[in-house]
Structure formats: C-alpha cells, structure tokens
C-alpha cells in the first residue's frame, strides 16, 4: 500500500483537533471562556493545530488546478469556520470553541490515505463509513452550535448540553425512535432540524445499507482464477457493470474465452448468467496489484479497466483506472485496454507513463 503520509499527518491532526473539541465541551460545557491563554492548555493546543491547519490551507490553494473550486470545497469552508476564530480568540483574549466540529469534514480523506491506485473491499466500507461519520458529526454539530447560542431575539441559553448528547439526538431522531428526553429548544435549532433530516435520512438508506451488505455478506464464488491454457481468458476490472460489459463483449470479444472479473463486486447475481455464449464466468476478489497471483493476468490474452460514468469525481476516475492499468501493464505483454471518461485524462496518462519510464 502507497501511504500518502502527508495526507495521513492532515487527517490525524484533524483527528486530534475534533477530539479536543469533544473533551473540552464535555469538562466546561462552554461555548467561549475568557481565561488567560497561559491557563488553557485547550486554547494553546487549538492555536497550534490551527495554525498548522493554516499552512495547509495556502498549500492546497497554491497547488490547487482550479482555485475557485478549491475555495468552494467542503475542506475550504471547515478552514473558514476554525482558523479564524482561533486566531482572533487569542487575540481578543477569549476562546470560542463553536464550530471547531467542521474537523469531522475531514474524515472523508481517510480513503484516500492508502493512494489513489488501490480499490479493495476494506477501502469500500472506508468510504461509505467516513460518510456516514461525517453526516453524523456535522449535523450534531449544526444543533449543538444553534442550541448553544440561543436565539438572535433571546439572551436566555436554553440548555446547556454537550456535543456528546447531540450525537445521541441524531441517532434517535434519525432512526425514528423519538425517545423525546431531548429536544431543540431554539427557532434555529428547529429550521435547521427540519430541513437537514431530509437529507441525512437520505444519506444514511443509501450507505448503510451498502455497510451492512459489504460487511455482512461476503460475495459468493470469490476464488482464484487458475487456467487451463495461456491465452484463453480476459479481465475485466474497474466498474463492473452488467451492461456495459455486454455491450462491449458482444462486439468485440471471441466467445471461446473465459470472462474474469477482478475487484470486489461481481456482475453475475443469483447464479444468472449475464454472458450464456461464453466459455465460463470467474468472479474474483482482491487488488489489480494481485492480478498475477489472482487472475494469472500474465497468461490473459487482454486485461480491459472500465470506468463508472456515472460517479461524481470523473476525472479522479480515471487516474485511477490509469495507474492500476500501467500497474497491471507491468505484469503483462497482452494488450492492455482503458476507457477514459474525460479527453483530458490522456494528458495525465501521458505524464504518469513517462514518469514510470524515466
């Protein structure tokens, strides 16, 4: 595994940061204290965090392709809402701990920690958890902060409850329990309740389920594929998609091979047989880095990666497929195909296969 350690130092200080802010609302149960900064080891740890969390953000920025969406991005706006407060708190002689659970927007990075090339069922269940996380910590958060502060129209605080007990609300509200031992007090805290819980709701059906099927039920027939004779199968990875791979073998591949598909789901779905014209089907699990081991990818006659066009990140997409391609073309003489979602990926294929070469 290819560790971004770079990327691994900013989510662990991020980490630390949002743990702070957990500990020191759980001891005070205060939103801003006015102690002397050399009587609070919490301010002093925040200032440092912040600040380093500062040189990141003009890192980013200098290194960012298109600016206007790096100061759009949800990384971008967890820096708005922390580093200032905790420069000018230091300032003012005051310490303002509010907003600083936007640091949870940074678990969505721990995906992205083990590199871009590596797709495993261990990095799918990151993936969808990190989201969940973040949901969860976010919208306990958004409460916590409009409860904390009251109404604009009020100078009473109606509870003072801790970050702690939000997470607890968001569990029960979002499950339907609805044991009613808490509640938003506030006219804020109640807009934003009810607006927020219709995506959430949303976020959490789409991915928990998926969390219960990857880590409940493992995929059947997953085992190594071991031929008969060089030469008479093919690959298939990347997005496994029924119909996009039958689309492409029934114009272009012989029918006397067998299909194998490397990666961690399979198109073949209760022992239907999406592909009856040919030889066998071989779903098997694991890493293209494998592939030698695994698929025998060295005997195939073709190793073909095949996007998901309907992902978000279409050009993350298709760095991926690129380095797992020129990883397998390493293991392999047979042509090796990839189909790019973007022409500007070409570009980067380039680079990447150049920079391997030199």
Avoid at 38 to 50: H, R, S
Avoid at 80 to 102: D, E, H, K, N, W
Avoid at 326 to 352: F, G, N, R, Y
Wanted: aromatic residues 10%; contains cysteine.
């Amino acid at each position: 595994m290819n560790i971004k350690l770079p990327l691994l130092l900013e989510v662990v200080l991020n980490i630390v940061s949002l743990c702070a802010f957990i500990v020191e609302d759980q001891l005070y149960q205060l939103f801003e204290n006015c102690l002397p900064l050399a009587e609070n080891a919490f301010q002093i740890v925040d200032l440092a965090l912040n600040l380093c969390f500062l040189g990141s953000f003009f890192l980013r920025m200098a290194l960012a392709e298109n600016v206007r969406s790096f100061l759009l991005s949800c990384y971008t706006i967890a820096d708005y809402c922390t580093i200032p407060p905790a420069i000018f708190g230091v300032i003012l002689g005051r310490s303002f701990i509010g907003p600083q659970f936007m640091r949870s927007i940074f678990l969505l990075k721990i995906p992205e920690i083990g590199g871009s090339g590596e797709i495993s069922r261990g990095i799918l269940i990151t993936k969808s958890l990190s989201k969940v996380l973040t949901a969860w910590f976010v919208m306990a958060g958004l409460i916590h902060l409009n409860e904390g502060l009251g109404d604009p129209t009020s100078l009473e605080k109606p509870h003072d409850l801790t970050f702690g007990t939000w997470l607890y609300f968001a569990v029960i509200t979002l499950t339907t329990v609805g044991y009613g031992d808490v509640s938003c007090k506030t006219t804020l805290g109640r807009c934003f309740l009810t607006i927020s819980i219709f995506f959430t709701l949303v976020l959490y059906a789409t991915y928990i389920p998926e969390l219960v099927m990857m880590i409940g039920k493992l995929p059947p027939d997953f085992m190594p594929y071991t031929p008969i004779l060089a030469g008479r199968h093919i690959v298939f990875c990347g997005s496994l998609d029924t119909q996009k791979i039958r689309s492409f073998v029934t114009r272009w591949i012989d029918r006397e091979v067998d299909l194998v598909f490397l990666g961690d789901c399979t198109p073949c779905k209760d022992d239907e047989d999406p592909f009856p014209s040919f030889l066998g089907l071989r779903p098997v699990r694991g890493l293209v880095q494998d592939g030698r081991q695994l698929v025998a990818i060295h005997e195939a006659c073709a190793c073909i990666f095949l996007p998901n066009p309907k992902g978000v990140d279409q050009e993350g997409e298709d760095f991926r497929n690129i380095c797992l391609a020129l990883h397998a073309s390493h293991s392999t003489t047979s042509p090796v195909h990839l189909e790019l979602l973007q022409c500007k990926s070409k570009i980067h294929m380039l680079d990447l296969y150049f920079t391997e070469t030199l």
